[in-house]
C-alpha cells in the first residue's frame, strides 16, 4: 500500500475513508472529553480537576469536536463520498480535486479543534460562542472561529460537489425517482448546508472583528446587538440538526430496507413531503432557541406552530420506516439492530422534544439537564448509533471482509444500556429537579448527587460499547474472512461491483434496466 | 486494498494498477496553506507575536498561491464542463454570507439605532461610489465580449478583452483602497462606530471578493497566453464575475446612499 496515493487521492472512496478515519478520530476525542466531564461531575466538589474554566474547555471541546469534527463529517463526508457514487453509478464525484480539498481542509479544521489542548488560553466559549462572552473571554476565540470557517468551508464546497455529481452524472437509466432513498436525503443535507453554514460562518467571523479587529456587532454599547449573533448562529445551528438527522435517516433506511427485504414504503411520501418538508420548514424554526433570551409574544407563538409543524415532515420519514418493516423478512444483523436501536432513540428523543417546542413548557425547562438529555437522545445517539449501524452495513463493501457478528451484537448491546442510562437519567433529573446544564458543580442540589454518579456509570458502560465496536472494525478489517461482494443480498448498484471497488468502480459504466430499483428485492 | 481491486483492473485492458489511482498534490498543499493563514492571524491578534506571524504568512500565501497555479495548470481543460452548474450553487452559499453581513446591518441601524447614522461618521463620497459602479459594470461587458470572442474563435480578441477586465476590477479596488485611506485619514475607522463598522466590513467583504474574482483570472490568464483555453473555465468565471458585479449594486444602495 502506497502512503503517498492515499493522501494525495482524489478518489471518492479513499477521500471517504480518510473522512472516516479523521471524524472517528475525533469522536474518540471528544468522547474522552465527555467521560472527563462526567468523572468530574460523579460527585459534588472538584474531582478530576479544581479549576472550572478547564472544565468549560471540555464542555467547548465535546461540543464542538462531536458536531463539527464527528457527526457532520462522518455524515455528510464519508458517507456521501463513499456510498454516492457507487449509488448512482458514476465513476466518481463531479470535482475529484475539489473533493480531496474538501477533505484536506476537514483535517486542518480537525487539527486546529485539537489544538484546543496545546495552546495557551485555549476557546472556553462553548460550542456556540456566545457574545458578549466570547468577545471578551481570555480564551482564544480566533480558534473556534477559524474552526468553524473552515470546516464550514469545506462543507460547503462538498456540498456544491455532491448536488452537481447527482445532477449530472446518474447512470442511465437512473431517473430521479429510482434514486435511493439516503442519496435524496443527502441532497437535502447538502442544499440546508449550502443555504446555512455561510450564516453560521459569518456569525463566527463577526465575532473575532468583534473582539480582535474592534467592530461593534456585537458591542450594545457601541450600537451592536448580541441577539444578532444568537439569530445568525441558530439560523444555521438549528438546520444543523436536520443536516445531521437527514442523512442518518438515510443510512437508517437502506439498512431498513435491505434487512427488511422490502422497498421503502411509501417512497415518494417521505421523499417529497418528508425530506422536502424538512428542507423547506427548517429555516424558520430557529427563533425557538431564543425563547428565553427575549422576543415578542406574537414571535414566540409563531415559532411554537413552526417549530411543532416540522413533526409533520419527520413523522412522514418515520412512518415510512416503519412501513418498510411491516411484513418484511427481517432478519436482525449488527447494522439492523443499530438502524433499530435508532427509531427507539429517535422516537425517544423526538418525543420529548415536544415540550420544548412548547413555549409555556420551555421557560421551566430551558438550561436544565433535561434539554441536554433530549438533544443527546434525538441527535447525537440516535446519529452516532445510524453513523455507527451504516460503517458496519458498508464494511464489506469498503473492506472485503467481514466485521465479527458476535462482538457487533454484543458492543450494540453494551452502548445501548449505556445510552438510556445517561440520558434517560438526565432528561429526568432535569425535568424533576430543574438541575441546571453546563455547571461545573451542584453543591445546591445534593439530590442530584445519586443520579449524577448513575450517569457517570452509565458513560463508562457506553464508551466500552463503543470501543468494541471500533476494536470489531480493526480486527475485521485486517484479518476477518472475505465477504464477498455482496452479502447482504442488496440490489442497490453500489452492491454490483467487487468488494472493495477499483477505482472508476466498474470496469464500465453500468446502466439500469426499466423494472430496476435499489429495493427491488427478490423473495428468499 | 485487497486483491479484488486488481483483479478487475486486469479485466480493464492492462492500466497498471497503481497508475488508476487519481492523485493530486495541490490540494493538500492549500490546505495546509489555509492552516497557516489562520495560524498567522492568531499569532498577530490573540498571541501579539508579530514576526511569528510574518512567518507563518509567509509559508501559508506560497503554498495557497502555487497549489492554486499547480491546480489550474494540472486541471486546466480535462474537467467534464460541469463548473458552470457548480458555480450557481455556490453562488447560492456566496449569497447567504452577504445576507449575513446585511441582517446585522439591518439589526443595528433598524432595531437597535436611535439616531443613524451614529455620532462620529463622516460624509461618505458622493461621486466616487457612482465611478467604481460604472467601472464594475463596464468590467461585466468586457468579459461578458471576452466570453464571445472566445466562443466563436477569436484567441487573441478574448485575452484583450480579458486584460480589459483584469485592469477595470483592479481599478475598482485601487478606488477603493483610495477611498478607504481617505476615510482612514480623516478618522472614521472600522472601529469609530456601528456605521464604520459596518461601512468597512461590507466594502471589505465585497473587495475580498473582487480579488478573488482577480485571482481565478489571473490564475486562468497564465495557461490562456499558451493557448490552453477552457471554454468551461471562462465561463465559470464570468458568472462569478457578474454575481459579484450584481452584488456590488446591493453594496452600494445599501451602504453609500441609504
Known amino acids: 500500500m502506497n502512503l503517498k496515493e492515499w493522501i494525495f487521492t482524489t478518489d471518492h472512496k479513499r477521500v471517504g475513508i480518510l473522512y472516516l478515519i479523521g471524524s472517528i478520530a475525533a469522536f474518540g476525542v471528544a468522547g474522552i472529553m465527555a467521560l472527563l466531564m462526567r468523572a468530574e461531575l460523579s460527585a459534588i466538589g472538584p474531582t478530576v480537576t479544581a479549576d472550572p474554566t478547564t472544565y468549560n474547555v471540555w464542555l467547548y471541546a465535546h461540543g464542538a469536536i462531536m458536531i463539527l469534527g464527528f457527526q457532520i463529517p462522518a455524515l455528510t463526508g464519508f458517507f456521501a463520498n463513499y456510498c454516492i457514487p457507487l449509488m448512482i453509478g458514476a465513476k466518481d464525484v463531479a470535482f475529484p480535486r475539489v473533493n480531496a480539498l474538501s477533505v484536506w481542509l476537514f483535517y486542518v479544521g480537525v487539527i486546529l479543534a485539537l489544538l484546543t489542548f496545546f495552546i495557551p488560553d485555549p476557546p472556553d466559549v462553548l460550542w456556540t460562542g456566545y457574545p458578549p462572552y466570547s468577545t471578551i473571554t481570555a480564551g482564544n476565540t480566533a480558534l473556534y472561529t477559524f474552526t468553524v470557517l473552515i470546516l464550514g468551508f469545506a462543507s460547503i464546497i462538498g456540498g456544491v460537489n455532491f448536488l452537481t455529481t447527482v445532477a449530472f452524472m446518474r447512470a442511465p437509466g437512473l431517473t430521479w425517482g429510482k434514486l435511493n432513498i439516503f442519496v435524496w436525503c443527502i441532497l437535502g443535507a447538502f442544499v440546508m448546508q449550502l443555504i446555512f453554514v455561510p450564516v453560521l460562518g459569518s456569525a463566527v467571523t463577526l465575532i473575532s472583528f468583534d473582539k480582535y479587529l474592534g467592530t461593534h456587532f456585537f458591542d450594545p454599547a457601541m450600537g451592536g446587538d448580541v441577539l444578532t449573533y444568537q439569530n445568525l448562529f441558530w439560523f444555521y445551528s438549528h438546520p444543523a440538526v436536520y443536516v445531521i438527522f437527514l442523512p442518518f435517516i438515510g443510512v437508517v433506511f437502506e439498512i431498513i430496507a435491505t434487512f427488511a427485504r422490502n422497498p421503502v414504503f411509501n417512497y415518494k411520501a417521505a421523499v417529497y413531503g418528508g425530506i422536502g418538508g424538512i428542507v423547506l420548514i427548517s429555516g424558520e424554526v430557529w427563533i425557538h432557541h431564543l425563547y428565553v433570551s427575549g422576543m415578542p409574544d406574537w414571535l414566540r407563538i409563531g415559532q411554537m406552530v413552526s417549530t411543532l409543524l416540522i413533526s409533520v415532515p419527520v413523522g412522514l420519514l418515520v412512518i415510512s420506516l416503519v412501513g418498510t418493516l411491516y411484513k418484511g423478512a427481517i432478519s436482525f444483523e449488527t447494522p439492523m439492530l443499530y438502524a433499530l436501536g435508532v427509531v427507539f432513540l429517535f422516537l425517544i428523543g423526538g418525543l420529548t422534544g415536544i415540550p420544548l417546542a412548547i413555549t409555556a413548557l420551555t421557560v421551566n425547562l430551558s438550561e436544565t439537564y433535561y434539554v441536554v438529555g433530549h438533544f443527546h437522545y434525538v441527535m447525537a445517539v440516535a446519529g452516532t448509533f445510524a453513523i455507527f449501524g451504516g460503517v458496519y452495513y458498508w464494511f464489506p463493501k469498503m473492506s472485503g471482509r467481514m466485521y465479527n457478528e458476535l462482538w457487533g451484537k454484543i458492543g450494540f448491546w453494551v452502548t445501548f444500556v449505556g445510552v438510556n442510562i445517561v440520558f434517560w437519567t438526565m432528561m429526568d433529573i432535569g425535568a424533576r429537579i430543574g438541575l441546571p446544564r453546563r455547571y461545573y458543580d451542584y453543591a445546591q442540589f445534593p439530590e442530584a448527587a445519586s443520579a449524577q454518579h448513575l450517569m457517570t456509570i452509565g458513560a463508562a458502560i457506553l464508551g466500552v460499547g463503543f470501543v468494541i465496536a471500533l476494536l470489531n472494525w480493526i480486527i475485521g478489517a485486517a484479518k476477518g474472512p472475505k465477504a464477498g461482494d455482496n452479502p447482504w443480498g442488496s440490489p442497490s448498484l453500489e452492491w454490483s461491483t467487487v468488494s472493495p471497488p477499483p477505482h472508476g468502480n466498474w470496469p464500465s459504466p453500468p446502466s439500469v434496466s426499466e423494472e430496476w430499483s435499489p429495493y427491488a428485492h427478490g423473495r428468499r | ?258
Not at chain 2, 32 to 55: N, S, T
Not at chain 2, 97 to 125: E, H, K, N
Open chain 2, 1 to 258: 486494498m485487497g486483491h479484488a481491486a486488481e483483479a478487475v483492473q486486469h479485466g480493464h485492458g492492462g492500466h497498471d494498477g497503481h497508475e488508476a489511482w487519481g492523485t493530486s498534490v495541490w490540494p493538500f498543499v492549500i490546505s495546509f496553506g489555509v492552516l497557516a493563514l489562520a495560524a498567522a492571524f492568531m499569532f498577530q491578534f490573540v498571541y501579539h507575536k508579530p514576526f511569528a506571524a510574518v512567518i507563518a504568512l509567509g509559508l501559508g500565501i506560497p503554498m495557497i498561491l502555487g497549489g492554486v497555479a499547480g491546480w489550474v495548470s494540472e486541471a486546466m481543460g480535462h474537467g467534464e464542463g460541469l463548473s458552470f452548474g457548480a458555480m450557481g450553487w455556490f453562488i447560492l452559499a456566496e449569497a447567504m454570507i452577504f445576507m449575513s453581513f446585511f441582517a446585522a446591518y439591518w439589526f443595528m441601524r433598524l432595531d437597535v439605532a436611535q439616531v443613524w447614522p451614529p455620532a462620529g461618521t463622516v460624509p461618505l463620497p458622493r461621486v466616487l461610489p457612482l465611478v467604481m459602479t460604472a467601472v464594475l459594470v463596464a468590467s461585466s461587458l468586457t468579459i461578458h465580449r471576452a466570453e464571445h470572442l472566445m466562443h466563436v474563435g477569436d484567441q487573441g480578441g478574448f485575452i484583450r478583452w480579458l486584460l480589459v477586465t483584469i485592469a477595470l476590477g483592479a481599478a475598482f479596488l485601487g478606488m477603493s483602497a483610495y477611498e478607504w485611506n481617505h476615510l482612514i485619514h480623516d478618522g472614521f475607522t472600522i472601529a469609530t462606530n456601528a456605521f464604520g463598522t459596518i461601512f468597512f466590513s461590507v466594502t471589505g467583504l465585497h473587495g475580498s471578493h473582487v480579488l478573488v474574482g482577480l485571482a481565478i483570472f489571473l490564475a486562468g490568464l497564465v495557461p490562456a497566453m499558451k493557448g490552453n483555453i477552457s471554454e468551461g473555465y471562462w465561463r465559470t468565471a464570468g458568472l462569478y464575475w457578474h454575481f459579484v458585479d450584481i452584488i456590488w449594486f446591493f453594496v452600494v444602495s445599501q451602504v453609500y446612499y441609504w
